[in-house]
């Protein structure tokens, strides 16, 4: 089971180099499978909408939560200490730090772009690493 880290949905949304990569990935994971943080999700609104997005960020709730049916993650106030205890330990920054501990509390794989993930004991995998056999 997978989180999906907040890069790769911007990766598809943005029609980023990678966003064929993510796709396949995410065709390929059942919905099941797919986790995202609800902090994730309230990161895209924010980058989206700042970028006057609305409709692309629309439609990203639509197609992840009610059709693709991507499970939604949250962490309660007592996980925060954790949170914080991560970052310092890995030395990462609050948003990679809370998706750190949902993997951690959740026992998913990282699924990111995102290199700061390798310093820390769960490590992430590409898209491109899940799907190789």
């Not at 609050?94 to 490590?123: M, P, W």
């Amino acid at each position: 089971m997978y989180l999906v880290d907040t890069n790769l949905i911007l990766e598809v949304l943005l029609r980023q180099a990678k966003a064929e990569e993510v796709k396949r990935f995410l065709e390929h994971a059942s919905s099941e499978q797919l986790f995202l943080t609800e902090f994730s999700l309230y990161s895209l609104g924010v980058l989206l909408i700042r970028r006057n997005l609305h409709d692309i960020f629309l439609r990203a709730i639509e197609d992840l939560l009610f059709t693709g049916g991507v499970t939604l993650l949250r962490l309660v106030p007592a996980d925060l200490a954790e949170v914080a205890r991560r970052s310092k330990q890995f030395g990462l920054d609050f948003d990679d730090a809370y998706q750190y501990v949902a993997a951690d509390k959740h026992n998913l794989v990282i699924v990111s772009f995102d290199a700061d993930f390798d310093r820390t004991e769960r490590g992430r995998k590409t898209p491109q690493a899940v799907l190789q056999p």
